[in-house]
C-alpha cells in the first residue's frame, strides 16, 4: 500500500510564527530553514520541490512534515544531539583565557599551546581554538618607543605633509644608509636538484668584506638612487648627498633620520656645500634629521 502524504494546514497565528522564524536573522540558520520547508508544503508545493529549493533531500524533507504534523511550530526547534555532552564549561574557558593575559611560568618568554595544555589539562588543538575565537596571540610581540623630542608632533606634520601634499615642482626624497652589509658566499658550490634528492648547500660560508649602502627614494615616482661604499663616514655620505642634488637640481627636500653620520653641519640639507637643495619653512618641510 502505497504512503499516504501528510497535509500541512495552517492556523493564521502559525503561519505567522512560521513567516517569521524564516526571516529571522537571531535564530539559528536550521530552524529558519525548516520553517521555509513547512510554508512550501502548505502552500502544495510537491516534497521534491520543497527539497529542490531548501536543500534537503526528499527524506529530510519527510521527516520535517512528520515533526510538524506531530508536535506544530515546536517540533521545528534543534533538538539536543546524541553523544556525550561537551566538557569545555564557560568557566574553564574563562581560566584559559586568563591565564594567557598572565605572564607565562618562570622560564619561559610566553605562553605555546603545549605548556597551557598542560597546565590546564586541555589538549593543544581545543588550546588553539580557544586562542583563535578570543584574538589571543601570544606568540607576538610588537614594539613601541616613546620620544622626548618637543618637536617632534612639528616634526611628523613636517614629514606626514611633504608624503602627502608635497610642494608642487618640488622633489620629496627619503634618504637612508644601510652598513655592514656582509658579502658572504658559500665555500662549496651548490649541488643540483636531483631525482629523488632536494638542491643542496653547504652550512659554511666565506666573509669577503662589507660594504656600505646609500639610498634615496623619490616619493612621487618610487624610483630609488643607491650607491655602495666601502665606509660610511659623514664624508661618504655628503658625496652620496651631493650625487642626488646634481640629479633633481630644482627644489629639493629629504628626509632622513638622526644617524650620526647625517647630523654632521656639512651634511644637512640646505648646506652651502649641498649645491641644489633647499631649506624651506616648517609648515611646508623642513629637510633635516627627525
Not at 245 to 270: F, M, Q
Request: glycine share 6%.
Amino acid at each position: 500500500m502505497a504512503n499516504t502524504v501528510r497535509a500541512v494546514d495552517l492556523a493564521v497565528p502559525e503561519r505567522a510564527e512560521l513567516e517569521r522564524l524564516q526571516g529571522s536573522s537571531s535564530l539559528r540558520a536550521g530552524v529558519s530553514r525548516r520553517a521555509r520547508a513547512v510554508l512550501l508544503m502548505a502552500d502544495g508545493v510537491p516534497g521534491v520541490e520543497v527539497a529542490r529549493r531548501t536543500g534537503y533531500t526528499p527524506v529530510q524533507v519527510s521527516r520535517i512534515r512528520k515533526r510538524f504534523t506531530e508536535e506544530r511550530v515546536a517540533g521545528l526547534r534543534d533538538r539536543p544531539r546524541s553523544g556525550r555532552p561537551p566538557t569545555l564549561t564557560p568557566r574553564r574557558i574563562a581560566r584559559v583565557v586568563a591565564l594567557t593575559l598572565q605572564p607565562p611560568p618562570a622560564g619561559l618568554t610566553h605562553w605555546t599551546t603545549s605548556e597551557m595544555a598542560t597546565c590546564t589539562g586541555l589538549s593543544r588543538s581545543m588550546i588553539h581554538r580557544l586562542w583563535r575565537a578570543h584574538g589571543l596571540q601570544p606568540h607576538r610581540v610588537e614594539t613601541f618607543k616613546f620620544t622626548t623630542d618637543p618637536e617632534a608632533e612639528e616634526k611628523i606634520r613636517d614629514i606626514v605633509g611633504l608624503y602627502l601634499n608635497p610642494p608642487a615642482h618640488a622633489a620629496v626624497l627619503c634618504v637612508d644608509e644601510q652598513t655592514q652589509i656582509q658579502a658572504l658566499n658559500r665555500t662549496q658550490p651548490l649541488l643540483p636538484l636531483r631525482p629523488g634528492l632536494p638542491a643542496r648547500q653547504t652550512h659554511d660560508y666565506r666573509r669577503n668584506g662589507l660594504t656600505n649602502l646609500f639610498a634615496a627614494l623619490d616619493a612621487a615616482l618610487g624610483k630609488v638612487l643607491g650607491e655602495c661604499r666601502p665606509r660610511h663616514t659623514s664624508a661618504d655620505f655628503l658625496s652620496f648627498l651631493k650625487k642626488v642634488a646634481r640629479r633633481y637640481p630644482g627644489e629639493l627636500h629629504v628626509i632622513l633620520d638622526n644617524a650620526s653620520t647625517h647630523k654632521t653641519p656639512t651634511c644637512r640639507p640646505g648646506s652651502p656645500r649641498i649645491p641644489g637643495s633647499t631649506s624651506t619653512s616648517p609648515r611646508r618641510g623642513r629637510p633635516g634629521s627627525t
